[in-house]
Structures are given as structure tokens and as C-alpha cells.
């Protein structure tokens, strides 16, 4: 059990969260022990998985001291060892979740006891509701009692979550990373294990788009152009006009077509496709590329098009440019578009009336000179090309998109633009003044992305290039105290399910892969303590461990595919049992639910789990579990009808005909299943 609050800490408002004064280690040298303390009332938020990094990254790296707990005697932590249980909620623990056979009845005295309305508080209502009580002159109302810990007490926890009081004084709310604006949850693994590059000091100050942060010890591999071709599922996100070859079956060409047919991008509304039969005409046998050559032998092409509206408010093509590998240009046309000019949009498009006036070139021409030029091996790379594609009315199965390889930061659908990527990664300024885009200095930016990209590989532009793994930061972190080699690094473990070491395990100094939680719990107290019988794990254990306990997780249908217990480099497809995939109903006349047998059963091991984990570190490891979210599975069921929506509402179906209708009431109820989904819980002490 915890120990009580001291009078002075009582006095002061804190709450201490590990045991206090000096313990005797069992080696007879004594120490001073870590102390977790927190002030009531002063979150105004939840924390969130980043901020339990930030603790971890203050005991053990060059991290900052954290604003929202205390650490006594920080630099007496000797291990810390992070535990993500999928599955848990805040509601277990006040009731909302029943975890042991309850009898149900329709009055309202037997429910369990929970504030609806503020389950149901959603950012956008608090906002709404401080705004009104500024209009009528009232301070904005005291959340702080939402964001603080709650105690856990034997006494009033349900009968499966009793042992956590004798190890953890408080369960926290802990927010998982998203974004509240496009309706998305990032992942709560990345949150602990990838770390943000630090800044430089050339970074510091600047204005626009910074140049990249990058691992010094990083490696770059050259990668071919191949490598990346969108594949048919992304340009189906970015919305492109989808080439035949793409398709595999008769079924999915005719019905494409079909599609085409209703969106008006058919051959009868002048559309063209290049003569590639297949995918496979497009490869180069290995003897004619030369080796090391990251173009693998294709003709690689560089488009940007530039257009001006005309009558019926239509985008139609005025320019198009063609850059080839060298930088030179291959086409440079000005296009008379077929109807009347509207708007010639200068400031974007540099056209002008001047310059189009004696202009007799058509897109059919332009077309003509395309189906010369570009063969089953060429390569056309561009930014967002599926609207100049469209412009040109043109479809190829071999693109290479930059806006699709230097993704945004905040992930789909936000996309980069072309001037702020030169700028960040080329140190380029385009598109300067009110003269409007130059397509040849675009494509030639373009050119200049796609080969570095392909002579720094996969990594490079992504937020992955911009992190390191936590594992590594660590490395980097002196080990301190007597026992120590001077000079010597932190060192690390994954132990998960599956084959960690493929993943996030990979840069760890020791990755155990498991078949079922019971071998996370042996796996964890050998990385610890160290074991004999595996070399790979360093004498006396290492310094940081991160594992994951999954069972409860899967028995609530909270991920879609599991680890194959026969085999740790397989998964199958995870069918959630039913009374899991729907909400819980109350019933009437006394029956008992029979999912809380089920539920309970799987909290209890879990948590017996946990205790055997706690039970097998060592004195002074700082101890976080962490459920990473809340239930996604709302989120889950709410994106993929928007996708549906999306697909069919993109193929021009009539509105009655839709499987799918999206309208502001579902997206209102993807935004609050996005909320719910990012309130986690955790836990954490000093052992």
C-alpha cells in the first residue's frame, strides 16, 4: 500500500506518490529515495502520453524538468519500465464499466453513477460554454477536478481492479495524441517510443519553413525511383484518374469504367489512356540497368501544368511543361483552352491574354505528342499531379506523387505545398512575386525532391526522419552512478507480442518477442534483473523497458488483427467476440449481462499480470502503466462509412443511391468518437 500523506504535504496541497526518507538498500549502502509528488489544482488539462515521455526523458536523458508532477531525487531512479495495457478505461474504475456479474433493472437507483454530462463534454463544448460565461461576465467555470488524479482506494474499487491500489496511489487521465480538427487518433506507441530531434541552433529564430532536423547518426540508403510509384489504394486517396493497368480483374476494369463514364472521363468526353498493357510492361530486365542507378532503368518525367478558368467555371490546361531527368526541358507548350477565358488567373498561373491570344496548340494535340512520349517505363513524378492529369485528361499507371512521399506533418488529408517543400529540403525560394508559377522551374523542383528522395531513402521527408527512437536518445544519455562504466549509455528492451524487432524494437538494445501476456510477464523480469541464459540481455538488466499486455485488448475488439500464437512472425485476422463489437444494454427482469463475466475474468488476469510485473522489478524502478487510449472502436465503425461515403460519393453515384450518406449529424459524432477514443488512463510510482 502506499504510505500516507505526510503533515507537510498535506499542508502544502501536494500529494507524494512513492515512499519517503532514506531506505537501506540490501547491499547495506544507503540512499535516497525517488519521490513522485503533484499539486491539487493545478492541471488545467489532461496530461498526455507525451508528457510521460517528458518524465521518463528528465530521470534518465537530457530531458526538462516536468511542470505537472515533481521528482525528489531524480537522479536516484535506477530503471523505469513502461507498460501499455490496451483496454483499460477510466470508466472501470467509477462504475460506468461493470467488471463483475451485476444484476440490471430499469431503475435509475441501480445504474451506476456517472456524470453524463461531462462524459460527454467535448472540446468544442467547453469552449462554447467559456465563451458564453465571458459574455456574461463570469470566470471561466474550475475543471481542475477533471484533470487531476483520482485515488485508488481497496474499498471502493470493483472486486478485479483492487490489487492495482496496493502498487499505484492514483489512476491519472491521460490524453492520447490526435487531432480534434480532422477527426484523427496518432498512435500512443509512437508517443513513448520516438523522441523529437532537437532543434539546432540555426533553427532557432527562423522564419517559414526550417530545413530538416536529422539524426547525425542516421544512415542513408539509395533507393530506387520504383520504390516509390504510388500504389492503387493511394491514388485512390488523392483522388486520381485511375489507368486501366491498375486493375486487376475484368470486374474492376468494367466497373471503373462505369465510374468514369458518370464522372465524364470517359473516351467519348475526351479522355486518353497510354498504351501500357500491364504493370509488368513496365519492368526492365536487370541487365539493362546499370548498376547502382536509382531511375532502375525507366524513363523518368517531371509534369506541371498550369491552367486558367474558363466558361461554366471549368479548370482548363493553358501550359504544360515536361522535365526530364537532366533538368532539360522536354515539352513546353501553351495550350488554348476549348472554351472562353474567364479568368486567366495570373497570379497563380503566369498567363496572361497576351500570351495565350495567338495561341493554336489544343489539348488533343498535346495529347497526341503525350501517347508519343510516354511509354509502359516512364516515370511521371509531379505535386498532386491527379489535377493535372485531369487538366490534361490523361490517365498513367506509374506516378510518383511528392505530395504523397514528403507527407504532412499532421498526416492525411492536410498535404504540402510545393514552395514550402523546396524551401525546407532543397533550400530553394519558388513561385517569388505577383507574376504567378513558372510549370518549368515547379517541375524542375519536383525533380530536384524526387532525387533526393531516392538518394536518402524511404525515411527522408517523413516525421520519422524528423525523430530518433527513444532508444537511441537514451544511448546517447550517460549512465550515472557507481557501478557504472564511464562513459556508458542507457540501454533498453522491447517485449511485446509478435516480432518487436521489426518495429520499434529494432533499435532497442534487446527485443523478446511473446506468444500471450504470460510470456510479456517473464520476458520483462529477464530484461530487468538480467538472465543468464540470454547473452543479448546485459548483466544486471537494462535500463529502460517498454512492454505490452494484449489479452484484454483483444477480448474487447480494440484492434483488428492479432499476432499468430503458432507463429511470431505471422498475424490473423481478429474477430472480436459479439457482445464486444456492440454497446452494453441494460436487461430487464434481473438477468445478468453476460459480457461482464467475460470482461471481469480478463481485468482480473490482467491485473494479476501487472502485480507480477510490479512484484519482479527492482527497488527504485519508476513504474508507468498506460492504456494509450480510450475505446477507438466508435472511431473505427465512423471512418470507414466516411470512406465509403467518399468512394462512391467520388464516383458521381446519385444521392439515393448512396450505401452511405454522410451529413454533418455523423461527422458531429466522429468528432465526439474521436474525443472519447483519446482518454486514456495511467498509473505510476516508485517502487
Request: hydrophobic share 30%.
Amino acid at each position: 500500500m502506499p504510505p500516507p500523506e505526510s503533515d507537510q504535504s498535506a499542508k502544502n496541497g501536494s500529494t507524494e506518490m512513492a515512499r519517503q526518507s532514506k531506505k537501506k538498500r540490501v547491499d547495506g549502502e544507503k540512499t535516497k529515495y525517488p519521490v513522485l509528488t503533484y499539486v491539487e489544482g493545478r492541471l488545467q488539462s489532461s496530461i498526455r502520453i507525451a508528457d510521460l515521455q517528458g518524465l521518463l526523458l528528465y530521470c534518465f536523458a537530457d530531458g526538462i524538468a516536468p511542470q505537472w508532477i515533481s521528482v525528489k531525487h531524480s537522479g536516484h531512479v535506477r530503471k523505469v519500465a513502461v507498460l501499455m495495457v490496451p483496454g483499460l478505461e477510466i470508466g472501470m474504475f467509477d462504475g460506468s464499466i461493470p467488471l463483475k456479474p451485476v444484476t440490471y433493472s430499469t431503475s435509475d437507483n441501480d445504474n451506476p453513477k456517472t456524470d453524463v454530462n461531462e462524459q460527454n463534454d467535448t472540446s468544442e463544448e467547453r469552449r462554447n460554454e467559456d465563451f458564453q460565461r465571458w459574455k456574461d461576465g463570469l470566470p471561466p467555470p474550475d475543471r481542475s477536478h477533471r484533470y487531476n488524479p483520482k485515488p485508488l482506494s481497496a474499498d471502493t474499487l470493483p472486486e478485479p481492479l483492487r490489487p492495482l491500489s496496493d502498487m499505484f496511489p492514483h489512476v491519472w487521465p491521460v490524453k492520447a495524441p490526435g487531432d480534434a480538427k480532422y477527426n484523427k487518433v496518432h498512435s500512443p506507441l509512437q508517443a513513448i517510443l520516438m523522441s523529437t530531434l532537437p532543434k539546432s541552433k540555426d533553427e532557432q529564430g527562423r522564419k517559414g519553413a526550417r530545413p530538416p532536423r536529422v539524426d547525425k547518426s542516421a544512415t542513408f540508403q539509395r533507393t530506387p525511383i520504383t520504390t516509390f510509384i504510388s500504389s492503387l489504394e493511394d491514388l485512390r486517396d488523392s483522388e486520381y484518374p485511375l489507368h486501366p493497368a491498375l486493375l486487376g480483374s475484368e470486374a474492376e476494369k468494367a466497373q471503373e469504367a462505369e465510374a468514369r463514364r458518370r464522372t465524364n472521363r470517359a473516351a467519348a468526353d475526351g479522355w486518353v489512356d497510354t498504351d501500357v498493357p500491364s504493370l509488368d510492361a513496365g519492368v526492365v530486365p536487370d541487365a539493362e540497368i546499370e548498376k547502382g542507378s536509382v531511375t532502375a532503368g525507366r524513363k523518368v518525367l517531371s509534369l506541371d501544368c498550369e491552367m486558367c478558368l474558363t466558361e461554366g467555371d471549368q479548370s482548363e490546361l493553358a501550359r504544360i511543361s515536361l522535365v526530364g531527368w537532366d533538368g532539360e526541358v522536354v515539352l513546353d507548350e501553351l495550350v488554348q483552352p476549348s472554351r472562353p477565358v474567364t479568368n486567366y488567373l495570373t497570379q497563380y498561373s503566369g498567363i496572361t491574354k497576351e500570351m495565350l491570344d495567338p495561341v493554336t496548340t489544343t489539348l488533343a494535340d498535346i495529347q497526341k505528342r503525350l501517347l508519343t512520349i510516354l511509354t509502359p517505363q516512364s516515370i511521371l513524378i509531379g505535386h498532386s499531379l491527379n489535377s493535372d492529369l485531369t487538366a490534361l485528361k490523361i490517365t498513367h499507371p506509374f506516378i510518383v506523387d511528392t505530395s504523397i512521399i514528403y507527407p504532412h506533418p499532421r498526416g492525411p488529408p492536410l498535404k504540402c505545398s510545393l514552395k514550402w517543400l523546396t524551401q525546407k529540403y532543397v533550400n530553394k525560394e519558388i513561385q517569388k512575386g505577383g507574376s504567378g508559377h513558372d510549370s518549368v522551374e515547379d517541375a524542375r523542383a519536383v525533380l530536384e525532391l524526387v532525387k533526393q528522395k531516392c538518394e536518402k531513402g524511404e525515411r527522408w521527408g517523413t516525421s520519422d526522419a524528423s525523430n530518433e527512437s527513444i532508444f537511441r536518445r537514451l544511448a546517447r544519455s550517460t549512465k550515472m552512478g557507481k557501478s557504472a562504466t564511464p562513459g556508458e549509455g542507457r540501454t533498453g528492451a522491447v517485449v511485446d507480442w509478435g516480432s518487436p524487432e521489426r518495429g520499434f524494437g529494432s533499435q532497442a538494445t534487446v527485443s523478446i518477442g511473446c506468444r500471450d501476456d504470460n510470456d510479456v510477464v517473464k520476458g520483462v523480469a529477464a530484461v530487468v534483473n538480467g538472465d543468464e541464459s540470454n547473452p543479448s540481455i546485459p548483466g544486471g538488466g537494462v535500463d529502460f523497458t517498454w512492454a505490452r499486455l494484449r489479452s484484454l485488448e483483444h477480448l474487447r475488439g480494440w484492434c483488428n488483427r492479432a499476432p499468430d500464437p503458432n507463429n511470431a512472425n505471422a498475424s490473423t485476422t481478429l474477430v472480436p467476440p459479439p457482445e464486444e463489437t456492440t454497446p452494453t444494454t441494460s436487461l430487464a427482469d434481473g438477468n445478468v449481462a453476460p459480457e461482464d463475466n467475460a470482461l471481469s475474468a480478463t481485468v482480473t488476469r490482467t491485473v494479476a499480470d501487472i502485480t507480477r510485473i510490479y512484484e519482479s522489478l527492482p527497488p527504485c524502478t519508476m513504474f508507468i502503466v498506460y492504456s494509450g487510449t480510450g475505446d477507438p472502436r466508435e472511431v473505427s465503425r465512423l471512418q470507414a462509412m466516411h470512406k465509403t461515403y467518399r468512394e462512391e460519393f467520388n464516383s458521381r453515384k446519385p444521392w439515393d443511391e448512396l450505401t452511405v450518406k454522410w451529413t454533418d449529424v455523423e461527422e458531429q459524432a466522429l468528432k465526439k468518437a474521436c474525443e472519447r477514443a483519446r482518454e486514456g488512463c495511467g498509473f505510476m510510482c516508485v517502487k
